[in-house]
């Protein structure tokens, strides 16, 4: 077989390897978090993200390379998941970007390599070296030096994978945390299992239908509005494939049949996602621009178990000025959101980071021109911006509140005042994030040494603003331990939220622990029902 230059059919295979090799490898790449703590995503988010691109991939007959890579990227794109999803999407853009429109040889794919690293450090706002970033820079380097010396687009491959597999090394040199938790940086890790993928893909040595079939996290996906009564019955989604096909027609004929309508993609391709009660309509008017595909019509009454009474539908609700949308995973913790006054909570967290898809239908669900965002986690942030530039596609404006934990989102919500502007809402938000303190108490999945601590597998551990701050292997002695590394002397009110693994009298027992130590407190104590973490602390 000849590597000289590549046809659509080698590249698609290429990137089918890839996914092949990280969805074997995932769950390595996730062990490889520098906190031993349940939360390892940086593989499943990149599988994740990789699975969507490459799905756009083959949902037509593409014949030409540029048009692959753009259905590649733009399938990242919507698919991306988490910071990794996020900065692999931006690499698949510059991949496509640096290609070129000739011949695909050894040169083009040395370009495309080196765009895409450029598009991953221009990805993030503060680049630090020893990060996926410095791995993708080393491939790039490596490409274009075979290139340079006439490689085929197979040597230039493994000329990458070679210099990235030797950066990947280096990682803990050049980020002490990775050398102290004794790993390389998960990301790196996951990129050079997508050069091994191509490579083995392009040689035809993988076998591709072994690779694991999509798969969501638990909790993962958009959940809507937290509500008793669904307002729009049928989820309908489908493909539309032609010539010429016109988005923002389309958009308006449907924008008064049902709400979280997404119509993405682009003249040849369409994706189209509405709640509705008139599903057949939808059809119709989807229809008469191209021919369908992937039609998925489900009656969310019957998945939600519920009953209605067959009657008139009820009218559209008015748009709204402005709306809040949060991030968070809990059954307590949406009922706590909902009655600060958000609007829509997407399902999201550690573990289950929700796509820009999921964020940008959940703004679009709110139904209002402005919209706060609220991502609550550190890993969703880089998402969340992503949502923010598509939803402007849609004529919706959205401010990012960074809130990377859930007593932060809270703070920022008593600051939020949905009579005022976007813009006066977004700084008192910003400015009140400071005002609340946050606590973590989680366990140990594997043994580990960090910050100073040895950790052995299965040990309790306190998490202070993010950092293992105490440890042990008893919960409320943790709890206190981490309670007096954030200062509680210092602050007059806290609030508890039990996550799903703990009893409310359990959580009572705490409170009462507490206040023996720290009698001027104020304890108030809430059914949060998250998962993977025991209890998180908000101080006041």
């Known amino acids: 077989m000849q590597y000289g230059t590549l046809d659509v059919q080698q590249l698609r295979q290429a990137f089918r390897g890839a996914k092949a090799f990280l969805s074997i490898n995932k769950s390595y790449v996730d062990s490889l978090n520098v906190f031993p703590v349940p939360d390892g995503d940086t593989g499943?988010?990149?599988?994740?993200?990789?699975?969507?691109?490459?799905?756009?991939?083959?949902?037509?007959?593409?014949?030409?390379?540029?048009?692959?890579?753009?259905?590649?990227?733009?399938?990242?794109?919507?698919?991306?998941?988490?910071?990794?999803?996020?900065?692999?999407?931006?690499?698949?853009?510059?991949?496509?970007?640096?290609?070129?429109?000739?011949?695909?040889?050894?040169?083009?794919?040395?370009?495309?390599?080196?765009?895409?690293?450029?598009?991953?450090?221009?990805?993030?706002?503060?680049?630090?070296?020893?990060?996926?970033?410095?791995?993708?820079?080393?491939?790039?380097?490596?490409?274009?030096?075979?290139?340079?010396?006439?490689?085929?687009?197979?040597?230039?491959?493994?000329?990458?994978?070679?210099?990235?597999?030797?950066?990947?090394?280096?990682?803990?040199?050049?980020?002490?945390?990775?050398?102290?938790?004794?790993?390389?940086?998960?990301?790196?890790?996951?990129?050079?299992?997508?050069?091994?993928?191509?490579?083995?893909g392009l040689k035809g040595e993988v076998q591709l239908e072994q690779a694991e079939s999509t798969t969501t996290p638990v909790g993962g996906s958009y959940a809507g509005p937290v509500q008793q009564k669904l307002e729009f019955r049928y989820c309908t989604e489908l493909i539309i494939k032609g010539q010429g096909l016109q988005e923002n027609l389309l958009k308006s004929q449907l924008t008064d049949l049902g709400d979280s309508l997404l119509v993405v993609g682009n003249e040849e391709v369409l994706k189209v996602h509405i709640h509705t009660n008139r599903p057949g309509l939808v059809l119709e008017k989807a229809a008469a621009q191209g021919v369908l595909y992937d039609i998925k019509i489900d009656n969310m009454e019957e998945q939600h178990r519920e009953f209605l009474p067959q009657e008139q539908p009820e009218p559209p609700k008015p748009i709204k000025e402005m709306a809040a949308v949060a991030v968070t995973v809990g059954e307590g913790l949406s009922e706590i959101l909902t009655s600060l006054g958000v609007d829509v909570v997407v399902k999201g967290g550690q573990t289950m980071n929700p796509s820009t898809e999921d964020l940008v239908a959940g703004i679009k669900e709110a139904g209002a021109r402005q919209v706060i965002l609220l991502p609550n986690n550190k890993n969703i942030i880089l998402a969340a911006e992503q949502?923010?530039?598509?939803?402007?596609?849609?004529?919706?404006?959205?401010?990012?509140?960074?809130?990377?934990?859930?007593?932060?989102?809270?703070?920022?919500?008593?600051?939020?005042?949905?009579?005022?502007?976007?813009?006066?809402?977004?700084?008192?938000?910003?400015?009140?994030?400071?005002?609340?303190?946050?606590?973590?108490?989680?366990?140990?999945?594997?043994?580990?040494?960090?910050?100073?601590?040895?950790?052995?597998?299965?040990?309790?551990?306190?998490?202070?603003?993010?950092?293992?701050?105490?440890?042990?292997?008893?919960?409320?002695?943790?709890?206190?331990?981490?309670?007096?590394?954030?200062?509680?002397?210092?602050y007059e009110l806290l609030s508890v939220f039990y996550g799903q693994d703990v009893e409310e009298d359990q959580a009572q027992v705490l409170k009462q622990k507490i206040l023996e130590a720290y009698s001027h407190l104020e304890v108030e104590v809430h059914r949060g029902g998250q998962p993977l973490y025991y209890y998180i602390f908000g101080l006041e």
């Open 44 to 200: 499943t988010n990149m599988y994740l993200t990789l699975t969507a691109a490459v799905k756009e991939t083959d949902q037509e007959k593409i014949e030409d390379i540029p048009r692959l890579l753009h259905a590649l990227a733009g399938g990242a794109l919507m698919g991306a998941r988490g910071n990794s999803g996020v900065i692999l999407s931006q690499m698949f853009r510059g991949f496509s970007q640096g290609a070129g429109s000739g011949d695909f040889d050894g040169t083009s794919l040395a370009e495309a390599l080196s765009k895409a690293a450029e598009m991953a450090y221009r990805s993030v706002i503060k680049p630090v070296e020893g990060t996926m970033l410095t791995v993708a820079k080393a491939a790039a380097q490596g490409a274009r030096q075979k290139a340079k010396d006439g490689g085929d687009c197979l040597a230039v491959l493994e000329a990458s994978l070679t210099a990235a597999e030797e950066a990947l090394k280096r990682t803990p040199q050049l980020l002490p945390v990775l050398a102290e938790a004794g790993v390389v940086d998960a990301g790196g890790q996951g990129y050079v299992y997508i050069l091994q993928g191509m490579i083995a």
């Open 387 to 490: 949502a923010q530039h598509l939803a402007a596609e849609e004529n919706i404006q959205v401010a990012v509140v960074p809130a990377k934990n859930f007593p932060q989102c809270l703070a920022a919500l008593l600051a939020y005042n949905p009579d005022e502007s976007l813009e006066e809402n977004r700084q008192r938000m910003l400015e009140a994030l400071d005002t609340v303190k946050a606590g973590e108490i989680t366990y140990a999945v594997r043994d580990s040494q960090y910050n100073g601590f040895q950790i052995a597998s299965g040990e309790i551990l306190g998490l202070a603003e993010g950092e293992i701050a105490a440890k042990g292997d008893n919960l409320e002695v943790v709890a206190l331990k981490l309670l007096k590394e954030l200062g509680a002397e210092d």
